[in-house]
C-alpha cells in the first residue's frame, strides 16, 4: 500500500519509535526491499555492520538507519533516522504490506451453535465450526476449516489462520495471532500407571492465551490436568512447539521450533528458549533466561543468564567443556603415550632391582 515518507514517519511515531530525522520530501514509497534489491519507490533498512557496503550502493528510495550511520547513505537515497532501524522496519513493512482483511460476516458454509455470540464485525469463513457458548468479539477473523469448541472465547482482532482447533474453554486474548495447524486445550499427557496398564487422567483445566500473542503453526498447546496452563502477555511461539499441561509462560517469553516443554513447567517473563530446548516436568525458570539451541532442563534455572549443553549449565561452563571435548583424542593419545613412557620406565626400573639383588648375591 502505496503511502507518503512523512505519513509513514508518523506512523512510526505513533508506534513509540523514536523518529530522529525525516527528510521532508513528496516521497511516496510502496513496498519493502533488502538493501541490495531495493528500487527508488522502497524502503529498505540496516540494522547490521555487516551490511554497510549494500548500504552505500543502494537504489533504495530510502533507508531506516541510525544516526550513527546516517551519513553512510548514498545520494539519492533519503535517511530516516531512528533509535531502532530493525524495530522500525518490522513497523514499516506492516504499513506497507497490511495483512489482508476479510469482510465482517459469516460464510454460509459455517456452522455457529444457537447460543454462541458472535459480533457483527467478526468475519468467519468457510467450513468454520463455532461451539456452544462460544464468544467472538469485534474485528476476529476466523479463516476455513476452524473449530471452535464450546465456551471458547476470542477477544478483539484474535486472528485463526485455516485448520486451528480450539478445544472447549479455551480463552485468547485481544490481537493474538494463531498459525494453521495448531491445536489448542487438548488433553494433556496425564496417565496413572498400575498393574502394567495406563489410566487416564481426566484434563480438566483451560488453555488461557494473552493478549498480542504469536502462536506457531502445528504447535500445539494442551488444557491443564486441573489448573489451567497460561500463556502470558506479548508471548512468541514459532511453528511445531510442545508446551504440555499446567505449564505457565511469563509475559514476553520466546519459544523457537521444537521447543517441547513438560508439564508444570513455570517459564518467567522474558525468556527465550532456542531450538529443540526441552525441559524435565515440574521446573522453575526465571526470569530472563536463555537457553540455548538443543539445551536440555533437568532442575530449575535459577537466575537471569545464558544457559546451554544437557544438562543445563552456565554457558561460558559448556563452552569450556565443548573445548574439553574436542581435544579428548588428542589427550587420550597423550594419555597412551604416557601409559607407554610409564611401562618402559617400570621395566627399567625391575631390571635395574634385578641387577641389584644378583649384585648383592655376589
Same mark, same amino acid.
Given at each position: 500500500?502505496?503511502?507518503?515518507?512523512?505519513?509513514?514517519?508518523?506512523?512510526?511515531?505513533?508506534?513509540?519509535?523514536?523518529?530522529?530525522?525525516?527528510?521532508?520530501?513528496?516521497?511516496?514509497?510502496?513496498?519493502?526491499?533488502?538493501?541490495?534489491?531495493?528500487?527508488?519507490? *522502497?524502503?529498505?533498512?540496516?540494522?547490521?555492520?555487516?551490511?554497510?557496503?549494500?548500504?552505500?550502493?543502494?537504489?533504495?528510495?530510502?533507508?531506516?538507519?541510525?544516526?550513527?550511520?546516517?551519513?553512510?547513505?548514498?545520494?539519492?537515497?533519503?535517511?530516516? %533516522?531512528?533509535?531502532?532501524?530493525?524495530?522500525?522496519?518490522?513497523?514499516?513493512?506492516?504499513?506497507?504490506?497490511?495483512?489482508?482483511?476479510?469482510?465482517?460476516?459469516?460464510?454460509?458454509?459455517?456452522? &455457529?451453535?444457537?447460543?454462541?455470540?458472535?459480533?457483527?464485525?467478526?468475519? &468467519?469463513?468457510?467450513?468454520?465450526?463455532?461451539?456452544?457458548?462460544?464468544?467472538?468479539?469485534?474485528?476476529?477473523?476466523?479463516?476455513?476449516? =476452524?473449530?471452535?469448541?464450546?465456551?471458547?472465547?476470542?477477544?478483539?482482532?484474535?486472528?485463526?489462520?485455516?485448520? %486451528?482447533?480450539?478445544?472447549?474453554?479455551?480463552?485468547?486474548?485481544?490481537?493474538?495471532?494463531?498459525?494453521?495447524?495448531? %491445536?489448542?486445550?487438548?488433553?494433556?499427557?496425564?496417565?496413572?500407571?498400575? *498393574?502394567?496398564?495406563?489410566?487416564?487422567?481426566?484434563?480438566?483445566?483451560?488453555?488461557?492465551?494473552?493478549?498480542?500473542?504469536?502462536?506457531?503453526?502445528?504447535?500445539?498447546?494442551?488444557?491443564?490436568? &486441573?489448573?489451567?496452563?497460561?500463556?502470558?502477555?506479548?508471548?512468541?511461539?514459532?511453528?511445531?512447539?510442545?508446551?504440555?499441561?499446567? %505449564?505457565?509462560?511469563?509475559?514476553?517469553?520466546?519459544?523457537?521450533?521444537?521447543?517441547?516443554?513438560?508439564?508444570?513447567?513455570?517459564?518467567?517473563?522474558? =525468556? &527465550?528458549?532456542?531450538?529443540?530446548?526441552?525441559?524435565?516436568?515440574?521446573?522453575?525458570?526465571?526470569?530472563?533466561?536463555?537457553?540455548?539451541?538443543?539445551?536440555?532442563?533437568?532442575?530449575?534455572?535459577?537466575?537471569?543468564?545464558?544457559?546451554?549443553?544437557?544438562?543445563?549449565?552456565?554457558?561460558?561452563?559448556?563452552?569450556?567443556?565443548?573445548?574439553?571435548?574436542?581435544?579428548?583424542?588428542?589427550?587420550?593419545?597423550?594419555?597412551?603415550?604416557?601409559?607407554?613412557?610409564?611401562?618402559?620406565?617400570?621395566?627399567?626400573?625391575? *631390571?635395574?632391582?634385578?641387577?641389584?639383588?644378583?649384585?648383592?648375591?655376589?
Amino acid at each position: 500500500m502505496p503511502i507518503r515518507l512523512d505519513q509513514l514517519c508518523q506512523a512510526l511515531k505513533e508506534e513509540g519509535i523514536s523518529v530522529l530525522s525525516c527528510p521532508d520530501q513528496a516521497v511516496e514509497l510502496s513496498s519493502v526491499a533488502t538493501l541490495s534489491s531495493a528500487q527508488p519507490d *522502497q524502503l529498505s533498512f540496516l540494522a547490521n555492520e555487516r551490511y554497510m557496503a549494500q548500504l552505500k550502493t543502494t537504489r533504495a528510495g530510502a533507508v531506516l538507519v541510525t544516526a550513527q550511520h546516517a551519513d553512510q547513505v548514498p545520494s539519492g537515497t533519503l535517511a530516516i %533516522v531512528v533509535d531502532d532501524p530493525y524495530f522500525a522496519y518490522a513497523i514499516a513493512a506492516a504499513v506497507l504490506h497490511p495483512a489482508p482483511v476479510f469482510e465482517p460476516g459469516i460464510h454460509p458454509t459455517a456452522r &455457529i451453535h444457537a447460543t454462541a455470540q458472535v459480533d457483527e464485525q467478526a468475519a &468467519i469463513g468457510p467450513f468454520v465450526w463455532v461451539g456452544e457458548g462460544a464468544v467472538i468479539e469485534a474485528g476476529v477473523q476466523i479463516m476455513s476449516h =476452524c473449530h471452535i469448541g464450546a465456551e471458547v472465547h476470542l477477544h478483539e482482532g484474535v486472528r485463526l489462520e485455516p485448520g %486451528v482447533v480450539l478445544y472447549p474453554g479455551t480463552q485468547v486474548g485481544a490481537k493474538t495471532r494463531i498459525k494453521a495447524g495448531a %491445536v489448542i486445550g487438548s488433553d494433556g499427557f496425564g496417565f496413572a500407571p498400575r *498393574q502394567g496398564r495406563w489410566q487416564a487422567v481426566p484434563q480438566l483445566g483451560r488453555v488461557i492465551i494473552g493478549e498480542r500473542c504469536s502462536i506457531g503453526a502445528n504447535t500445539t498447546i494442551d488444557c491443564g490436568a &486441573i489448573e489451567d496452563t497460561i500463556i502470558g502477555n506479548d508471548v512468541i511461539i514459532d511453528n511445531l512447539v510442545q508446551i504440555g499441561h499446567n %505449564v505457565q509462560v511469563g509475559d514476553g517469553t520466546a519459544m523457537a521450533s521444537q521447543v517441547g516443554v513438560s508439564g508444570s513447567v513455570k517459564i518467567g517473563q522474558h =525468556c &527465550i528458549l532456542a531450538g529443540q530446548v526441552g525441559t524435565a516436568g515440574h521446573l522453575h525458570i526465571a526470569d530472563g533466561a536463555h537457553i540455548m539451541a538443543r539445551g536440555g532442563g533437568t532442575s530449575d534455572v535459577e537466575a537471569a543468564g545464558d544457559y546451554a549443553g544437557f544438562p543445563l549449565m552456565p554457558r561460558k561452563a559448556w563452552q569450556k567443556m565443548v573445548v574439553y571435548e574436542r581435544n579428548l583424542p588428542k589427550m587420550h593419545q597423550t594419555i597412551k603415550q604416557l601409559q607407554q613412557a610409564l611401562k618402559a620406565i617400570e621395566q627399567e626400573l625391575d *631390571q635395574l632391582k634385578g641387577t641389584e639383588i644378583h649384585d648383592e648375591r655376589h
